[in-house]
């Protein structure tokens, strides 16, 4: 397991990218192995208030040993398809381990403001019909743009905008954003 994403560049510049798509306050997330550099991000961000779901008692244990902030922080040991979806001012990091084809209860609950990061050991065709799937949403149109590296903009018939950006650190990756 990772300990750590301070030497992961790729994951950092789509994060980063995604991140300035957004206007927010509070993270809702999954800190991942390191919360600290977790928090440290968020908070060079602004953000002074976090809830963070670990579903492993033994990294949750591991995770409040080891934070070292004055941020307002709550780490639920929980499945974060249990947080309140609905927040105002707050963004939803949902950085998965799994594929989209695992995650479709989670891919319908959260609504807006999310980014979410799905493994990709299955095609990038199925990722996209079974989140959209899971969205009961229908794409009408998809851009690919190169600017600041590649990312497909999707629009879908209610109007909602979308980015996907693939990427690969220690492996195969992709997030997607729902930016409006």
């Given at each position: ?5 301070l030497d992961s560049t790729n994951k950092k ?35 002074k208030s976090f809830e963070m779901y670990e ?126």
């Open positions: 397991m990772k300990h750590t994403y510049a789509v994060r980063d990218f995604l991140i300035n798509q957004f206007t927010f306050n509070q993270v809702v997330g999954l800190p991942g192995p390191d919360v600290n550099e977790y928090i440290r991000y968020f908070e060079n961000k602004g953000v579903n492993n008692r033994f990294t949750l244990i591991n995770q409040i040993r080891r934070i070292r902030t004055s941020s307002l922080v709550s780490i639920k040991c929980d499945d974060i398809i249990t947080a309140d979806a609905s927040k105002e001012d707050t963004l939803y990091d949902l950085d998965f381990c799994k594929t989209a084809r695992h995650l479709k209860e989670h891919i319908a609950k959260f609504k807006s403001n999310f980014i979410m990061t799905f493994a990709r050991r299955i095609p990038d065709e199925e990722t996209i019909k079974t989140f959209f799937d899971a969205r009961k949403e229908l794409i009408v149109s998809s851009i690919d743009k190169f600017n600041p590296f590649k990312h497909t903009v999707f629009t879908t018939e209610s109007g909602s905008e979308y980015i996907l950006v693939n990427y690969r650190d220690t492996s195969n990756m992709c997030c997607i954003a729902k930016i409006a």
